[in-house]
């Protein structure tokens, strides 16, 4: 009896502490996206390197994608762009960029000098497509599966490690 | 003198033309700003987090607050149009969140603290009252060893 009376406060007190514990580990920033496993909003917009051409979602269907929303304003991506370009190289999965509420020529201009990993970017001029998106801090990246759902949501920069250990295998499984 | 005076008329009729400018836009719509303004106090902006979107000047904000409005002219209700944000970016958007069995911790935990603390309040006063009112072992036998204990240490 004596034991049982102090391990009822240690047990909330070891709750609480592990409830706190895991609150400090998470980013308030990354808002878990409730478009996860719906499919991907339509969308038609024209092409940056070729405005007389637009690109839509249901172009890509069959197809396992990534759309990785972009502005040449945005100083993370320039974090994450390098291991875009490698991921282009490596020919494994197709990078669509939407080059959000950006300057065209800017968007461009900075391809040019940072190189260009898309496959083909769109133009997302005023913001529209990304809040269809659930778009609220520029770098974030989607996999999008052959049949047009969502899987899988970025929020901020790729990291080597997000790249490996969640999105590669992803795009594995769903390539298959 | 005179040409003091036209300046001095340029100048007042500049100003008026320059205090026009500056007045805000005054929309059409009383109702509707009224009813934009007390949805965006419910609607929380994503980039600064603990503003609503009536509050935020960032870019996101302001383009939420454009959807909003175009949505709320295009007829659609204060609950559509909070369906609406909520689809894209999920009840984090809402400030007065749903209940639903995810945030049943978040709704009723507080009341379930206070009534497993006052239920825990409760049992132990009783304890007390019970402990306080039971009459204290009058074992003589105790009571004769302590006065023998007492006795001794006195000698």
Redesign the interface.
Same mark, same amino acid.
């Given at each position: 009896m004596k034991t049982f009376r102090w391990s009822i406060p240690l047990a909330i007190f070891v709750v609480l502490v592990a409830f706190l514990w895991i609150g400090l580990g998470r980013d308030p920033r990354e808002v878990p996206s409730p478009l996860i496993g719906k499919p991907a909003p339509a969308f038609r917009l024209v092409k940056l390197h070729a405005p007389n051409e637009t690109l839509s979602a249901s172009d890509l269907k069959g197809k396992v994608w990534l759309l990785n929303v972009w502005a040449s304003w945005c100083v993370s991506c320039r974090e994450e762009h390098p291991l875009l370009v490698q991921l282009a190289k490596a020919n494994i999965v197709p990078v669509y960029g939407l080059n959000y509420k950006d300057d065209p020529q800017a968007g461009r201009d900075w391809l040019v000098k940072n190189g260009d990993p898309y496959t083909a970017s769109i133009v997302d001029r005023d913001g529209r497509v990304g809040i269809d998106y659930g778009v609220y801090g520029v770098p974030e990246t989607f996999l999008i599966d052959k049949s047009g759902t969502i899987r899988y949501k970025q929020i901020g920069p790729i990291t080597p490690q997000a790249l490996q250990e969640k999105i590669l295998p992803l795009v594995r499984e769903l390539q298959q | 003198m005179i040409r003091t005076l036209i300046a001095a008329a340029l100048l007042l009729i500049a100003s008026l033309v320059w205090a026009g400018k500056m007045e805000p836009a005054q929309s059409a719509g009383g109702a509707l700003d009224a009813r934009l303004k007390k949805l965006e106090t419910e609607l929380r902006c994503?980039?600064c987090?603990n503003q609503t979107l009536a509050d935020s000047n960032a !870019?996101?904000a302001e !383009?939420?607050r454009r959807?909003v409005r175009e949505l709320a002219v295009s007829g659609k209700s204060d609950d559509e149009i909070r369906g609406y944000l909520?689809?894209?970016?999920? !009840?984090?958007v809402l400030y007065n969140p749903p209940v639903k069995p995810t945030t049943w911790l978040l709704w009723f935990g507080p009341f379930a603290l206070a009534v497993g603390g006052a239920g825990l309040w409760w049992v132990i006063l009783r304890r007390r009252a019970k402990m306080a009112t039971s009459t204290p072992p009058d074992s003589s036998d105790a009571q004769a060893r302590g006065r023998e204990l007492l006795n001794n240490d006195a000698e």
């Open positions: - | 994503l980039v987090q !870019d996101l !383009d939420l959807e909520v689809a894209r970016y999920g !009840d984090f």
